[in-house]
């Protein structure tokens, strides 16, 4: 079946420019995450959606990051202002539910490759 | 935070067995031990998960002392293909916020 997306693959922008990513779930999964990795380092957790409830945004490095998740489905993260310290890949997961942090297999795209020059 | 510590890489010859274990020293009851791997340029993938003992599947062992303060992960004669970042994961009870570890690069050597 099909697996997570996202779009772009790459995205190449100038300072101060405002971007979005796109990462199209799992169909049926409950739960989203988007997590950022700069080169050579490990994730960085986001925010999390779970279902309906208010998505957790404490992850969020700064008020220059939004996401959103329409539906209950496709998810939108959004960088504006864009700095070279925002270059990374940025992930997106989901899973099919979770009750239990950290109990359900979460399934990841091939993320979105944010050069910003 | 339930964060957890790894050793940063490591080398090994095909066919050895490779033990990747990973410190978290503050895991919570409800929490589980969830092990990725991630090729490069591609997201992680599921390995293994477990609560505590042994876990065992196709690809990989888990073992989970007593405590659960540590786990390692086995992977069995490894070839080529299995170089790659190894990320051990541990859910945070009571918070959404989920905690990879830096990962462990393992460099399978001919």
């Known amino acids: 079946g099909a697996g997570v997306s996202q779009s772009p693959s790459n995205k190449v922008t100038e300072k101060g420019k405002d971007v979005e990513l796109r990462c199209d779930p799992i169909?049926?999964?409950?739960?989203l995450y988007w997590y950022r990795q700069s080169l050579g380092q490990g994730l960085e957790f986001l925010i999390y959606?779970?279902?309906?409830?208010?998505?957790?945004k404490s992850g969020l490095p700064s008020d220059r990051f939004s996401a959103e998740r329409t539906g209950g489905s496709v998810s939108t993260l959004t960088i504006q202002r864009t700095q070279q310290e925002d270059s990374a890949v940025y992930l997106c997961?989901?899973?099919?539910?979770?009750?239990?942090?950290?109990?359900?297999?979460?399934?990841f795209g091939p993320g979105t490759r944010l050069t910003v020059l | 935070l339930a964060k957890t510590t790894q050793p940063i890489s490591m080398d090994s010859y095909e066919g050895q067995e490779v033990n990747i274990t990973c410190s978290h020293n503050n895991i919570a009851t409800n929490d589980y031990i969830t092990w990725y791997q991630q090729f490069p340029s591609q997201g992680p993938r599921f390995i293994i998960q477990?609560?505590?003992t042994k876990v065992t599947n196709e690809v990989a062992s888990l073992f989970i002392p007593a405590d659960r303060k540590s786990s390692t992960l086995s992977l069995p004669r490894v070839s080529l293909s299995d170089t790659a970042v190894y990320y051990c994961?541990?859910?945070?009870?009571?918070?959404?916020?989920?905690?990879f570890g830096k990962g462990n690069q393992v460099v399978v050597i001919p």
């Open positions: 959606f779970q279902g309906n409830s208010a998505p957790d």
């Open positions: 997961a989901s899973s099919l539910t979770a009750g239990g942090v950290g109990t359900d297999t979460q399934y």
């Open positions: 477990g609560y505590k």
């Open positions: 169909s049926g999964h409950t739960a």
């Open positions: 994961l541990v859910g945070e009870e009571g918070n959404n916020r989920l905690a």
